[in-house]
């Protein structure tokens, strides 16, 4: 008995750790298909897509346009238009979240085009490159 409550001591938090690694790829993954669409959406409209619908998309310039697009069980997408200006030009940023991602240090994931400025945390290194945070 003793062997088993020693092995189940090792494995349960060993469980735990590839279990959140699962999660956080499926979020990394979402964030690189959200890019893609995206990237086919501004090809279309000349423009970012404002947000994300489960139904048909949406194609409209000027920020009111939406993308088809559902996340993986359990995930939770925020996005944020960036309307061109002077300076920068358009882009968007991304979160995402999952409530069965315990690790409070990498419990959401974020990523963005455009800007360095549109990043939605200093951790993520630069447009189209994923980050948890």
């Known amino acids: 008995m003793t062997i088993i409550g020693v092995l189940t001591t090792i494995a349960i938090p060993r469980l735990q750790y590839t279990r959140e690694r699962a999660l956080r790829a499926s979020m990394i993954s979402d964030l690189k298909n959200l890019v893609a669409l995206q990237e086919g959406y501004f090809s279309a409209a000349n423009d970012y897509a404002a947000g ?29 238009r960036r309307a061109p200006t002077n300076k920068n030009g358009a882009g968007w940023s991304a979160t995402i979240k999952n409530p069965r991602v315990t690790n ?27 980050a948890c945070y």
């Open 104 to 130: 409070k240090a990498a419990d959401v994931c974020g990523i963005y085009i455009g800007h360095k400025s549109y990043a939605p945390n200093a951790k993520v290194p630069g447009p189209g490159m994923p």
């Open 52 to 80: 994300i619908t489960s139904g048909p998309e949406k194609v409209v310039a000027g920020g009111s346009g939406r993308i088809s697009f559902i996340p993986s069980q359990g995930n939770t997408i925020s996005m944020t």
